[in-house]
């Protein structure tokens, strides 16, 4: 469970920027501020540096940690159970 933890706050934290950039080009469906989804990181830069990449980071973690670990067990379980009664 705690290997689970931590690869789910890992994922997370390497994805979390592109996630920003995603969110951010999807409140914009009318490309009215972002013609690219390059331009859209450059101006999410430019408001922040780094840390506009990563705002919110904080709560989506503490969710990550909490439902990778039990995720995994439930998984894995269901799994040895469907191979022993399939």
């Not at 009215?32 to 980071?57: H, M, P």
Request: aromatic content about 14%; glycine content about 6%.
């Amino acid at each position: 469970m705690l290997a689970a933890a931590t690869a789910g706050v890992t994922s997370w934290v390497v994805a979390y920027p592109f996630d920003v950039i995603k969110s951010r080009m999807q409140l914009d469906y009318n490309r009215n501020r972002y013609t690219s989804t390059w331009q859209c990181f450059r101006d999410t830069y430019a408001e922040g540096g780094v840390k506009a990449l990563y705002r919110g980071i904080g709560y989506t973690i503490v969710r990550a940690a909490p439902v990778a670990a039990t995720i995994l067990p439930i998984y894995e379980t269901s799994r040895d159970y469907l191979e022993k009664n399939l």
